[in-house]
């Protein structure tokens, strides 16, 4: 693919929020690395949704909580396309528990897909993006609110928030950019399960706007991080939510 003059990883892009991403970032000119965990089909649904658009893309199978798989993530990425641009570590799990349940199993899957994916990935990305390039984390706004139970969730999305500030200055001077996107409630599966209707209405009604997020609106705003208008954007965390928190 050597026509190739801007690529993208996306991690978790078979569904969701992450799908949208791909498809966004497609329609922005990038060749785009559609990753996903188990869900072969839906990434190939991703894949095709883009390159029917006129764009490119490629799907890839990886853990991102294994170092091997995000190592391969990487590879594979500089195979299909010859370059990397722009990765957005996007790929996450809800993991709720009260914290007097003491349910490490839980903690521990959310630490590693969620935190200890990040550690991987903006090491990977640190090593392979050159001057101009971005790296975006997805965190969430339920930081801000702290529900019950969320604790493991939460946990492991302030840890990304962390690396996000500690990798923009170990990259000082190369012109490569770290921020994090953290949405409040979308209408994606993550969202969607184990609540009741009346919870997910009730949580839809708590900002201002009255209503949940689209994919569509938290892809664009990686989208505004990853484009010539994000240049100056550094670091920070971007609260999409509707004033939720
Ligand atoms: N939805 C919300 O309300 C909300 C709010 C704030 C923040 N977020 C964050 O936004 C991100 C996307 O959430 P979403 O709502 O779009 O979730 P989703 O609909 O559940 O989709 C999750 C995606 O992540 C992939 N994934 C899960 N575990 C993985 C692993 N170990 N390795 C690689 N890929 C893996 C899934 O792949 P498979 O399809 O193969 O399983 C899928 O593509 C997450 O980081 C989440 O924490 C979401």
Do not use: C
Not at 6 to 27: M, N, P, Q, Y
Not at 95 to 108: H, N, R, W
Not at 119 to 143: D, P
Not at 220 to 239: E, H, I, K, M, T
Request: aromatic share 6%; no cysteine; hydrophobic share 50%.
């Amino acid at each position: 693919m050597s026509n190739v003059t801007k690529a993208a990883i996306v991690t978790g892009a078979s569904r969701g929020i992450g799908r949208a991403i791909a498809e966004r970032l497609a329609r922005e000119g990038f060749a785009v690395l559609v990753n996903y965990a188990g869900n072969a089909a839906s990434a190939q649904e991703t894949v095709a949704a883009i390159v029917q658009a006129g764009g490119t893309a490629v799907a890839q199978q990886g853990d991102v909580g294994k170092a091997e798989d995000v190592a391969h993530l990487f590879a594979a990425a500089k195979e299909a396309f010859g370059r990397l641009d722009v990765v957005v570590h996007n790929a996450g799990v809800m993991a709720l528990s009260p914290i007097a349940k003491g349910d490490l199993e839980l903690f521990d899957r959310a630490i590693a897909t969620n935190l200890r994916s990040t550690y991987l990935i903006f090491g990977q990305a640190a090593n392979a993006l050159g001057e101009g390039g971005r790296i975006i984390a997805l965190s969430s706004s339920v930081l801000g609110v702290n529900f019950p139970s969320y604790g493991p969730y939460i946990a492991s999305k302030a840890g990304v928030e962390g690396l996000v500030r500690v990798l923009a200055n170990e990259l000082r001077g190369r012109q490569i950019t770290v921020n994090a996107v953290a949405p409040g409630p979308v209408g994606t599966e993550l969202f969607f399960d184990g609540k009741t209707p009346e919870q997910i209405e009730r949580i839809a009604k708590l900002a201002p706007l009255e209503r949940l997020g689209t994919p569509e609106e938290i892809a664009a705003v990686v989208a505004f991080l990853a484009g010539p208008d994000g240049g100056w954007v550094n670091a920070q965390v971007l609260r999409a939510n509707g004033g939720y928190a």
